[in-house]
């Protein structure tokens, strides 16, 4: 093999590597609740969709098992207070505290509950293994999705039968953030490929 092939042959290579490690990083989370009695189940309605994600292992507070599965910005003036979520609301400036008909309620519930409106904040409230907590866009309605039908999502994915309902609504789905990354991902190296076979072709002639 001439080096020129050589080089082509090590750049496919080294882009598929490459590739292989972004397909694997791309997505912690998990599109549905925990399965089991380990992590917490995290439910994100946004008021257009909701998603429900698994923050695996034991997070210490509701903050740090949110921030695992989506992205999180808190009110400047008051740290723990949210702002944003998953990019909602796209207006929000983050430095005051919203306004109380259209902010980031705060729930949470175990096993055989019903959702409970928090008392305390995101940042000092520790939610216990196998347990769920649930954040909704609005004026501190309820999150769209009842407790039982996230945990049950969990027992069919500990049963083996797939991962579960990924949080629908009439209003809309959503899965885990790191479904379209994949798909790029994989797009990008069938680009790749393409033109290192490219580069081979014009070489051998």
Known sequence: ???????????????????AG??????PA?????????GVSVVVDTGSAVTTR???GDPASALEALEAVASVVQVETQPGFLCRVDGVPASAGCVRTP???????????AAGEQWTYSDTGVATFDPPAGSV???????????????????????????G???????????????????????ITGS??????????WAVRRRRA
């Open 1 to 19: 093999m001439g080096g020129g092939l050589r080089r082509a042959a090590g750049a496919v290579a080294t882009g598929v590597l490459a590739g």
């Open 22 to 27: 972004l397909l694997v990083t791309a997505a």
């Open 30 to 38: 998990t599109a549905a609740a925990c399965a089991g009695s380990s």
């Open 54 to 56: 698994c923050a695996p």
């Open 99 to 109: 306004p109380a008909d259209a902010y980031w309620g705060f729930f949470h519930a």
């Open 133 to 159: 907590i649930g954040v909704r866009y609005g004026a501190g309605e309820r999150p769209r999705v009842a407790v039982a039908d996230v945990l049950a999502g969990g027992r069919d994915r500990a049963a």
């Open 161 to 183: 039968s797939g991962d579960g309902p990924a949080g629908s609504t009439a209003a809309g789905t959503s899965s885990a953030p790191g479904s379209t990354t994949s798909l």
């Open 188 to 197: 990008a190296l069938v680009v790749l490929v393409a033109a290192a076979a």
